[in-house]
């Protein structure tokens, strides 16, 4: 033993017996394969989080999963019934549309039923023009709304 | 990190070294081999750091052990500093070895977690082995003392680790890396970081107050 530790032999022999401490038999044998697992579970809630943040989590919300599904479905629903309706409703225009005389007023319909040419009696207000929609916009909620126009004066403060 | 699980690694990884000759200074082939490992550990291979776990377990348990005096404790800060040293292991460049890189987590998160603990002190000793009872120097300690040795030991042991718990932080590892697990002061001074001559002067100091604590059992 050196200089150094001699002053302290006695107290080297008592440390010797720290040592002797071990742990319970076998506690080494699965210390690594915890280590491991533990590994494991911390990347996989890692993951978990990354699906978290994307909102792909439903499974982890059944009533978050439970609202989505019905609103699905409903969408589905609303989408079948408007499609259906669409369908019946669109059928007669798209006979229309194989019928020239659809888009004249009906003065120039029967004069095309006649096998006559288009007169020039006919009035300017009853040529269609491509501006003009062609369906009836009187029951329409819309032609309820008239866009106004009003003029504004912006007032910009002096300076920069 | 990405863990991966490949089973052909798992064969081509070496078992561990008898870790019963921990106290001495690593051995020469084991840097090479640390090497290997850390870097099939760094690209996800946890079969390999299994076995960097496996070498180093023993070494790294016995040290938080001996500065917080608790299993329990010693345990899970085992396991932390394991599991922070693979997440951490891409920032591992190998300018110091595995060995002496985990030491160091190991021993910072200690520290960091008897800061914390501060006054609430709860010992968790482990058992003694069988050896203990016949070791040559316990037994001339306590031989004159009690005729029930096995008694005499555990109160030994207690007072022994009561005396530890009462230095410092720095103080008790110094001692635990030196006197308890036999490392040499360069190596001492890698894993905290100063030079030589601080470890000196830390152990010499700690070894007066351990001395004047247990000066009952030292007669």
New interface residues.
């Given amino acids: 033993m050196d200089k150094e530790n001699e002053p302290f032999e006695m107290l080297q022999k008592l440390l010797a017996l720290k040592k002797h401490e071990q742990p319970p038999p076998g506690y080494f044998h699965s210390f690594s394969s915890k280590v491991i697992a533990r590994l494991h579970v911390l990347e996989a809630s890692r993951a978990a989080t990354w699906r978290q943040r994307l909102g792909l989590d439903f499974d982890f919300k059944p009533a978050v999963m439970g609202a989505s599904g019905v609103l699905v479905c409903g969408l589905l629903l609303v989408g079948v019934i408007a499609s259906h309706g669409l369908s019946q409703t669109s059928t007669p225009n798209i006979t229309a549309l194989g019928d020239p005389s659809a888009f004249f007023p009906p003065s120039a319909g029967q004069a095309l039923a006649s096998g006559m040419a288009l007169t020039p009696t006919l009035r300017p207000e009853e040529i269609p023009a491509s501006t003009v929609p062609v369906s009836d916009t009187a029951n329409s909620p819309f032609a309820q709304l008239t866009p106004r126009s009003q003029r504004v004066g912006f007032v910009f403060p002096a300076g920069n | ?3 991966m699980s490949n089973p052909a690694t798992l064969k081509a990884a070496q078992p561990a070294l008898p ?1 019963e000759e921990s ?1 001495v200074s690593l051995p020469v082939t084991a840097p090479t081999e640390d090497s290997v490992l850390v870097k099939r550990s760094q690209q996800g291979d ?1 079969f390999a ?2 076995d960097l ?2 070498r180093y ?2 070494r790294v ?1 016995a040290t938080i ?2 500065m917080t005096a608790n ?1 329990e404790d010693a ?1 899970d800060l ?2 932390e500093a ?2 922070k040293a ?2 951490a292991l891409k920032s591992f460049k190998g300018d110091s070895s595995f060995y002496t890189w985990v030491y160091r987590i190991a021993v910072n998160k200690t520290i960091n977690f008897l800061k914390q603990r501060k006054n609430k002190i709860h010992l968790s ?5 069988f ?2 009872e016949n ?1 040559p ?2 037994v ?2 306590i031989s004159d003392k009690t005729p029930r040795r096995d008694i005499a ?1 555990s109160e ?2 207690e007072k ?1 680790n009561g005396a530890m718990l009462k230095l410092s932080e720095v103080h008790r590892l110094v ?2 890396l030196h ?2 697990q036999g490392l040499s002061h360069e190596e001492i001074g890698k894993i905290m970081d100063c030079n030589i001559g601080t470890v ?1 002067s830390r152990l ?1 100091y700690a ?1 007066q107050q ?2 004047a604590y ?1 000066s009952d ?2 007669k």
């Fill in positions: 990190m990405q863990i870790l106290p946890t750091y299994d776990v496996r377990q023993e348990y052990y001996h299993h345990n085992a396991q394991f599991i693979y997440q000793l482990n058992d003694l082995d050896n203990a070791d120097d316990l001339a300690l030991l030994l042991q022994l001692v635990t006197d308890v000196r010499f070894r351990l001395q247990l059992y030292l």
